[in-house]
């Protein structure tokens, strides 16, 4: 946290939050420093100076929960709805426990191991993410996740099947379900952006803190197996939300997005 805190003294504030404030020096000039100095850089911050010219600068935060916005608002907080309630923490926050109950000698190094799978399949999204498209990575991530979560759950407790399991499901998590809600916000939330993030990722912490409080009292009650099922369904529930409501941002404009919204 003190690194983090530290490091925010380097941070520079975005160009757009710059030109809605009317520092459009500032904000060509911070531009220059993350993009190069090019003409393209800046005729892109005269383009949304003329953008916030009549706006008023900045939008107040209510403007988010407007009708016109609720379909955008939905779709952000339902994404961290379905990945927060798709098991993500309540594995990786009790795997020790987990593998501990699956018969492993060492659950620790095998925790380790689920760590080492989720760094490099977030690492992988970076190369996939602009050739398959959002929509289709987080479809793929969450069918992967839903029949990994399924043979947790009929694997019979052996520990081979559950660890296996276990990685096929964290790197389904870690190529789109992880990553991709987050990337996805930014995009179809256009000049909302900032507020449609705020509210989305407070539904994501709120419900990391239910999951991790709630997971062992429900496991104990109902058995492992049953909430393997229930995340699995979660996955599929999330599959049917993707097809019907999620549009695809790849190399689209905040314009052509909102058309398809």
């Known amino acids: 946290a003190g690194l983090v805190i530290l490091a925010l003294g380097f941070l520079p504030e975005t160009p757009n939050f710059l030109v809605a404030t009317g520092m459009v020096d500032k904000a060509e000039e ?3 420093l993350l993009w190069g100095d090019s003409e393209q850089v800046a005729e892109a911050v005269a383009a949304a100076a003329a953008e916030h010219s009549g706006d ?3 939008t107040p935060m209510t403007e988010i929960f407007s009708a016109k916005h609720r379909k955008m608002l939905t779709i952000c907080c ?3 709805v379905f990945q927060q309630m798709s098991g993500i923490n ?4 009790f795997s020790s426990i987990l593998f501990g109950q699956a018969g492993f000698q060492n659950p620790a190094l095998a925790s380790l191991t689920i760590g080492a799978v989720n ?3 977030t690492l992988g999204t970076c190369f996939l993410v602009e050739r398959m498209g959002r929509k289709s990575l987080l479809g793929t991530s969450f069918s992967v996740m839903a029949v990994a979560l399924l043979g947790m759950a009929l694997g019979g407790g052996q520990s081979s099947v559950i660890l296996g399991c276990t990685m096929v499901y964290t790197l389904g998590f870690a190529l789109g379900a992880g990553a991709i809600p987050g990337i996805y916000v930014q995009e179809i939330g256009g000049e909302l952006r900032s507020q449609a993030s705020s509210v989305a990722f407070t539904v994501h912490w709120l419900l990391n803190i239910a999951i991790g409080q709630a997971f062992l009292p429900l496991a104990n009650a109902l058995g492992m197996r049953a909430m393997f099922v229930c995340f699995s369904a979660v996955c599929c529930c999330a599959l049917v939300f993707i097809h019907k409501f999620c549009v695809e941002t790849k190399g689209k404009t905040f314009e052509e997005i909102k058309s398809l919204l």
């Open 119 to 121: 760094l490099f399949g």
């Open 56 to 58: 008023g600068g900045i």
């Open 30 to 32: 911070t531009a220059r």
């Open 78 to 80: 339902m994404l961290f």
């Open 90 to 93: 309540a594995i990786v926050f």
